[in-house]
């Protein structure tokens, strides 16, 4: 094997693929609501803390997506973006 033959190794990081995957859950989720009418912050807001799917509408297949991805996850990178983005 030659030097040129060897690649060099990916780092994968986890977390960051998770965040993303929420971010984008999120994104298409608020899309979705928008669409229909609905104050997304409201509604994903009334979703975290009921845990109740009918908060978020099925069009799109938001309800679907949403809950794809553990609600504690959502919750705790929400916190985290909020204290990182807030420090003082």
């Known amino acids: ?3 040129t033959d060897i690649s060099p190794t990916v780092s994968f990081d986890a ?3 998770r965040r993303n995957n929420i971010h984008q859950v999120l994104k298409l989720v608020q899309e979705a609501l928008e669409d229909r009418g609905y104050n997304a912050i409201n509604q994903l807001s009334g979703y975290l803390i009921s845990n109740d799917p009918a908060y978020i509408s099925s069009h799109k297949n938001a309800r679907s997506i949403i809950q794809s991805v553990e609600r504690h996850e959502i919750i705790e990178e929400l ?5 990182e983005e807030h420090p003082e």
Do not use: A, S
């Open 1 to 3: 094997m030659t030097k």
């Open 15 to 17: 977390d960051e693929v």
């Open 79 to 83: 916190v985290r973006f909020y204290l």
